[in-house]
């Protein structure tokens, strides 16, 4: 299930900031906490295919006793982690082969192409 740790910037230490609202109580998400046998299972089914959608994800997430949104963040975030280790790799090729990178190889803007990291379950 969820679980929400206590509120966010409400110890009693000194008054309160710009940055506190004042309003209802932001709750931090815990991170999930993946069983080895699932984290195998979810790779297994990465090597498969990087995109896991519909009655698949569904059915998977049952199988695994996760959330849907669970399995769903677990993807977006290997197809991630999948991206970078393919970009350090090709880059070692090439330096393997005497090709210079430009300096600026590894601030390349791939992040229009890439989904963002969420450690999240909703």
């Not at 710009?18 to 999930?32: A, F, L, N, Y």
């Not at 906490?33 to 995109?51: D, S, T």
Request: with cysteine.
């Amino acid at each position: 299930g969820l679980e929400l740790s206590h509120c966010v910037g409400t110890n009693s230490l000194g008054p309160a900031g710009p940055w506190r609202s004042g309003g209802p109580c932001k709750m931090k998400r815990v991170r999930t906490i993946f069983k080895p046998e699932q984290l195998e299972r979810l790779e297994q089914e990465f090597l498969k295919q990087q995109y896991m959608v519909g009655t698949e994800r569904v059915d998977l997430a049952a199988t695994l006793h996760l959330t849907e949104t669970q399995v769903k963040v677990w993807f977006q975030n290997r197809r991630i982690k999948w991206r970078k280790q393919s970009m350090e790799q090709k880059a070692a090729k090439l330096s393997q082969f005497g090709v210079i990178q430009p300096a600026t190889a590894d601030s390349t803007d791939t992040k229009d192409h890439e989904e963002d990291t969420v450690d999240v379950e909703l």
